[in-house]
């Protein structure tokens, strides 16, 4: 699920500039990294991929939808040659930016071989104003941002499109998993 | 009635001129910062004639400029490459950069303004050659690209 989650979020998602600034040591991190992917979808080009979601296939219709809603979507994923390459210190400068009252921690789970983190910035009624997951594994490390209106629920209509896999995501701003 | 057609076939060149004007700075850029100039790919526009007429996999039209013998360090030019990529693409869509150094190439792709046939300006950078393509996409072939664009640039980047 965790790795559904952050498959979605990165073929959606440019919240960076507007909300969420990169701290420096992602530079770092870039220059220790084997490979670095850097994906940004702007609002100009989720139009256009809504464009071509039918209206008439329910799951396609409920995405176009969700799709409408959104800003931009910015994923980042570093690999790493060898494990311990990075920390989750690292990432110390990015969660200061992810804290309350404007953000909210919904899902933290941790495994041995996995950390997973998803943050929500709180808008109007149950609508989220964006979204940031944290996807931490040994010799991988994937942020993703995104911005716009969406909730929770949405995830999971957004999975079988544009190549999305089906998403179970959480059903509400529930507790946290640990 | 001739002034209308003057005017009309000046909008027209003007159009045609701005479509292409980040192909060819990055070209110039690359010439300039790199040392290196563009190979002569042969029978070029022919190849150009069949993907307007076929359209294959969506794609309209290209331009594509090889160069070699290419000064550039994957390590150490990273942060001059960003610079001229950043100036070179004013006006058009970031949408995916690849760095490996496993392979040392980095990737960029950047899409122009949505429309019915919208351009894609893709640019591979390995040692010692580099590669600059701006293809003429239809909508449908953008949106795959949209669908899985992290898959698209490391597809560019192989």
Do not use: C
């Amino acid at each position: 699920m965790r790795i559904a989650i952050v498959m979605v979020a990165a073929v959606l998602s440019s919240a960076w500039a507007q909300e969420i600034k990169l701290p420096p040591a992602f530079d770092k991190l870039a220059a220790k990294a084997q490979e670095t992917v850097d994906v940004t979808l702007d609002s100009n080009m989720l139009q256009l991929a809504g464009k071509f979601l039918s209206d008439k296939d329910a799951d396609q219709a409920k995405a176009k939808q969700i799709v409408a809603g959104l800003k931009g979507i910015t994923v980042r994923t570093f690999e790493f040659a060898k494990e311990g390459e990075y920390s989750m210190a690292d990432m110390d400068a990015l969660r200061e930016q992810l804290k309350a009252p404007a953000w909210s921690r919904i899902v933290g789970v941790t495994s041995k071989t996995e950390n997973t983190e998803i943050y929500l910035k709180q808008s109007e009624g149950s609508r989220i104003g964006g979204m940031v997951i944290i996807n931490a594994e040994p010799k991988e490390l994937t942020i993703v941002s995104l911005s716009g209106t969406i909730s929770v629920d949405d995830l999971s209509a957004l999975g079988g499109q544009f190549g999305i896999p089906k998403v179970d995501a959480p059903k509400s701003k529930g507790k946290e998993e640990e | 009635m001739r002034a209308r057609l003057i005017a009309l076939l000046l909008a027209a060149s003007a159009a045609a001129f701005g479509a292409d004007r980040q192909f060819d700075r990055l070209v110039s850029a690359v010439e300039a910062r790199f040392g290196a100039r563009q190979t002569h790919i042969p029978l070029m526009g022919v190849a150009n004639f069949f993907v307007k007429v076929a359209r294959p996999e969506g794609a309209a039209g290209f331009r594509l400029a090889v160069f070699e013998d290419l000064k550039f360090d994957a390590d150490g030019d990273g942060a001059a490459l960003d610079r001229i990529m950043a100036s070179a693409s004013e006006g058009l869509h970031p949408l995916v950069r690849v760095r490996s150094r496993r392979d040392r190439e980095w990737t960029y792709i950047y899409t122009g303004d949505v429309g019915k046939i919208t351009k894609m300006l893709i640019a591979t950078f390995g040692s010692g050659e580099a590669t600059v393509m701006e293809v003429q996409l239809s909508m449908d072939a953008m949106v795959r690209a949209l669908g899985e664009p992290a898959r698209t640039g490391k597809l560019f980047a192989q």
